[in-house]
C-alpha cells in the first residue's frame, strides 16, 4: 500500500498528460519505442496498458453507454 503501483501505471498510460502541473524528465521505453514519440497515439498506447481503478468513476452518461464506451472509441458501431 502506498509504493506507486498506480503511480507507475499512470505514467505508463501518460494519465499525466492530462495535468497541466506535470513535467515529464527522462523517458520510458514499452516494445522499443519512446512511450513520449510525438506519433505515439495515447489512445493505442492505453488499449495496451490498461487499468482497473479501485474506485469506478463513469462518465456522466448511462451504464449502457459507459460499458459500450470503449468499443465505440476502438471503432465498433454493430449492436
Known amino acids: 500500500s502506498g509504493c506507486g503501483k498506480s503511480t507507475l501505471l ?3 498510460n501518460r494519465m499525466s498528460d492530462l495535468n497541466d502541473a506535470v513535467r515529464i524528465k527522462g523517458d ?3 516494445s522499443g519505442e519512446s512511450i513520449f514519440a510525438s506519433h505515439v497515439d495515447v489512445i493505442q498506447l492505453r488499449k495496451r ?3 482497473v481503478f479501485q474506485k469506478p468513476n463513469p462518465f456522466p452518461i448511462s451504464i449502457l453507454e459507459n460499458v459500450i464506451f470503449p468499443l465505440r ?3 465498433e458501431r454493430n449492436r
Open 28 to 30: 520510458m521505453v514499452l
Open 73 to 75: 472509441v476502438d471503432g
Open 49 to 51: 496498458m490498461g487499468m
Open 10 to 12: 499512470r505514467c505508463v
